[in-house]
């Protein structure tokens, strides 16, 4: 029974699968906040979480990928940052209904005054510090980090793993050349989050949870947050084996394991299989249509949307504060689009031009 | 008194005799001291570097697969060094190889042969063995 349960993941389990299947969760979260997060949901979510984790320790190869050190704090981020979600999310909705009512928030309920940050916030989070210092000190002791032989250049693990905060990005790497994962998707997300109080300068529904004033932002900020980065991170740490190919959470990671991968590059689907020209010689006619594409890509959403259904949005934010948004929104859209194009046809790159190392 | 250097191994060395390879193999004797793979084909011998094109890791060889496969983000290569699958934009890097006088192999890591440059039609980058 239980063997045909994880058989039935097993093979339940592909990249597209898991990434389709989180979306569609993620999709009902935003839109029954209020239903997901009351007690009569959320204790059988847990409950099943708990038991696809009891189910998972009868298998020898789980209890070896989810035990070992490094992956411990993956594990425990699962329910540590679900439960933050659900505590503001929980919060928020019931906020929601009080405003509604007309009662005052909690927040308000709770003090009327504004109070300082000094003592009242830096008490707390100097409590808070102690406790993870205290926490740290603990773990150190209790799990040994897991310290392998000497480094050597000519031999590479496989797989390879980055350490678990970075798995993301390395997942992110399959889809993408290094440059762009590696250096201008971080650095737009650093932007990108500094932005947001630039953005978004709403003083209205500020200081108190809620949901309904502030969707959008709520569930732009939660998608980038558990899909594009702890979703990635769970799947580059436990369902990542060797030669990075995919495995599912109970299949022993064999080495030998063949999955066909080839990719195919934009201009090849154009030139070679589309006209049946064969390639153009010069990279810039070779990849014009990839490069208009992506141009498109950013300006058509940008200013047929300013035309219409946000024209009240651009009229509050000025050209520029709507501009970097959309840019913002674009491109963290950009990272889901590119990998159901790979998995629908293969595409490796819309851009690709190796000759001064540019892919897109 | 004297610095801490990492006494690196020559980028030029030489690989003994093209006899000593067999055709059609994948050869690892150069793989873990100098990252180079030496292959015998019906065409010739060349000597294909063992770095990943997409990020820099190292690749190994599957034989079973007939295949170069890189274990951090999947790229995969042909023999011959020509990319395939996964995320990498371009093949794998040749080294230039000659014959020394004394009929050794001479390979000479601080010459690359790009295939996506149109390099590897250079009469260095291959031995007509
Ligand atoms: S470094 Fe080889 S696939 Fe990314």
Same mark, same amino acid.
Request: some cysteine; glycine content about 6%; proline content about 8%.
């Given at each position: 029974?239980?063997?045909?349960?994880?058989?039935?993941?097993?093979?339940?389990?592909?990249?597209?699968?898991?990434?389709?299947?989180?979306?569609?969760?993620?999709?009902?979260?935003?839109?029954?906040?209020?239903?997901?997060?009351?007690?009569?949901?959320?204790?059988?979510?847990?409950?099943?979480?708990?038991?696809?984790?009891?189910?998972?320790?009868?298998?020898?190869?789980?209890?070896?990928?989810?035990?070992?050190?490094?992956?411990?704090?993956?594990?425990?981020?699962?329910?540590?940052?679900?439960?933050?979600?659900?505590?503001?999310?929980?919060?928020?909705?019931?906020?929601?209904?009080?405003?509604?009512?007309?009662?005052?928030?909690?927040?308000?309920?709770?003090?009327?005054?504004?109070?300082?940050?000094?003592?009242?916030?830096?008490?707390?989070?100097?409590?808070?510090?102690?406790?993870?210092?205290?926490?740290?000190?603990?773990?150190?002791?209790?799990?040994?980090?897991?310290?392998?032989?000497?480094?050597?250049?000519?031999?590479?693990?496989?797989?390879?793993?980055?350490?678990?905060?970075?798995?993301?990005?390395?997942?992110?790497?399959?889809?993408?050349?290094?440059?762009?994962?590696?250096?201008?998707?971080?650095?737009?997300?650093?932007?990108?989050?500094?932005?947001?109080?630039?953005?978004?300068?709403?003083?209205?529904?500020?200081?108190?949870?809620?949901?309904?004033?502030?969707?959008?932002?709520?569930?732009?900020?939660?998608?980038?947050?558990?899909?594009?980065?702890?979703?990635?991170?769970?799947?580059?740490?436990?369902?990542?084996?060797?030669?990075?190919?995919?495995?599912?959470?109970?299949?022993?990671?064999?080495?030998?394991?063949?999955?066909?991968?080839?990719?195919?590059?934009?201009?090849?689907?154009?030139?070679?299989?589309?006209?049946?020209?064969?390639?153009?010689?010069?990279?810039?006619?070779?990849?014009?249509?990839?490069?208009?594409?992506?141009?498109?890509?950013?300006?058509?959403?940008?200013?047929?949307?300013?035309?219409?259904?946000?024209?009240?949005?651009?009229?509050?934010?000025?050209?520029?504060?709507?501009?970097?948004?959309?840019?913002?929104?674009?491109?963290?859209?950009?990272?889901?689009?590119?990998?159901?194009?790979?998995?629908?046809?293969?595409?490796?790159?819309?851009?690709?031009?190796?000759?001064?190392?540019?892919?897109? | 008194?004297?610095?801490?250097?990492?006494?690196?191994?020559?980028?030029?060395?030489?690989?003994?005799?093209?006899?000593?390879?067999?055709?059609?193999?994948?050869?690892?004797?150069?793989?873990?001291?100098?990252?180079?793979?030496?292959?015998?084909?019906?065409? !010739?011998?060349?000597?294909?570097? *063992?770095?990943?094109?997409?990020? @820099?890791? /190292?690749?190994?060889? &599957?034989?079973?697969?007939?295949?170069?496969?890189?274990?951090?983000? !999947?790229?995969?290569?042909?023999? *011959?060094?020509?990319?395939?699958? @996964?995320? /990498?934009?371009?093949? &794998?890097?040749?080294?230039?190889?000659?014959?020394?006088?004394?009929?050794?192999?001479?390979?000479?890591?601080?010459?690359?042969?790009?295939?996506?440059?149109?390099?590897?039609?250079?009469?260095?980058?291959?031995?007509?063995?």
């Amino acid at each position: 029974m239980i063997e045909a349960v994880k058989q039935a993941i097993n093979s339940f389990s592909s990249p597209v699968t898991i990434f389709s299947a989180s979306l569609a969760m993620f999709a009902l979260f935003v839109l029954f906040p209020r239903q997901i997060t009351s007690p009569w949901c959320t204790v059988p979510i847990l409950l099943l979480v708990l038991a696809f984790f009891a189910v998972g320790l009868t298998d020898e190869h789980f209890v070896k990928i989810v035990t070992a050190p490094d992956n411990v704090p993956i594990v425990a981020m699962i329910f540590i940052a679900g439960y933050f979600t659900w505590y503001a999310m929980r919060k928020a909705c019931l906020n929601d209904a009080r405003l509604e009512r007309g009662e005052p928030t909690f927040e308000k309920t709770e003090t009327d005054e504004k109070v300082l940050v000094f003592p009242y916030l830096i008490y707390i989070e100097f409590v808070v510090a102690l406790v993870y210092a205290i926490g740290l000190v603990l773990w150190s002791i209790l799990l040994k980090a897991p310290l392998e032989e000497p480094a050597n250049p000519t031999v590479a693990p496989n797989p390879s793993k980055a350490p678990w905060y970075f798995l993301g990005l390395q997942e992110m790497l399959v889809y993408f050349d290094p440059w762009i994962a590696g250096v201008l998707f971080p650095t737009l997300i650093i932007i990108g989050l500094c932005a947001i109080p630039y953005i978004d300068r709403d003083p209205q529904p500020a200081g108190f949870y809620c949901y309904k004033q502030r969707r959008p932002m709520v569930i732009v900020f939660l998608f980038g947050y558990w899909i594009l980065w702890i979703l990635l991170i769970l799947v580059g740490t436990f369902l990542r084996g060797p030669n990075w190919n995919f495995f599912g959470p109970f299949e022993v990671w064999d080495v030998h394991k063949v999955v066909p991968l080839v990719n195919v590059n934009l201009s090849d689907f154009i030139f070679i299989k589309g006209l049946g020209w064969g390639l153009p010689k010069q990279w810039f006619l070779r990849e014009a249509p990839g490069i208009l594409l992506c141009l498109l890509y950013f300006m058509v959403p940008t200013t047929v949307a300013a035309k219409t259904w946000l024209k009240k949005l651009v009229e509050k934010l000025g050209p520029v504060r709507y501009s970097v948004l959309m840019i913002l929104l674009l491109s963290m859209l950009a990272l889901p689009i590119k990998m159901y194009l790979r998995w629908a046809f293969n595409l490796k790159y819309i851009v690709a031009i190796p000759e001064f190392f540019f892919n897109i | 008194m004297f610095p801490n250097v990492l006494f690196e191994p020559p980028t030029s060395f030489k690989a003994g005799f093209p006899s000593d390879y067999e055709i059609g193999t994948v050869d690892m004797r150069w793989k873990d001291k100098f990252g180079v793979f030496i292959i015998r084909s019906a065409e !010739g011998l060349y000597a294909l570097s *063992n770095v990943c094109t997409h990020l @820099g890791c /190292t690749v190994n060889w &599957l034989g079973g697969e007939n295949k170069f496969k890189c274990p951090c983000h !999947g790229s995969g290569y042909y023999k *011959n060094g020509i990319n395939f699958e @996964g995320p /990498t934009p371009r093949p &794998l890097e040749r080294f230039a190889v000659s014959l020394a006088e004394d009929g050794q192999i001479l390979i000479d890591k601080s010459k690359k042969y790009q295939q996506e440059k149109g390099q590897w039609n250079d009469p260095n980058s291959f031995l007509n063995v």
